[in-house]
């Protein structure tokens, strides 16, 4: 969303969470979150995981999810 950082973002789930995500790539650079999720990494627990840490880095920058 506009007024977020994606890169603090990105930080901030990787020190609080020990998630790794990635930025966009060219055109998409700060546009979109790349996120891998197969195979066990795609069962329901861990995707409400990873959900409720974006929910929680995006209210750390100030922005209501």
């Known amino acids: 969303p506009d007024g977020v950082d994606d890169g ?10 020990s998630l790794e995500i990635a930025s966009g790539l060219g055109d998409l650079e700060g546009e979109i979150l790349r996120i891998g999720c197969m195979g066990y990494s795609a069962r ?10 974006v929910e929680d880095g995006l209210d750390a920058q100030g922005f209501e999810a």
């Open 44 to 53: 329901p627990q861990n995707i409400e995981f990873l959900l409720a840490a």
């Open 8 to 17: 603090a973002l990105l930080a901030y789930l990787k020190d609080e969470y």
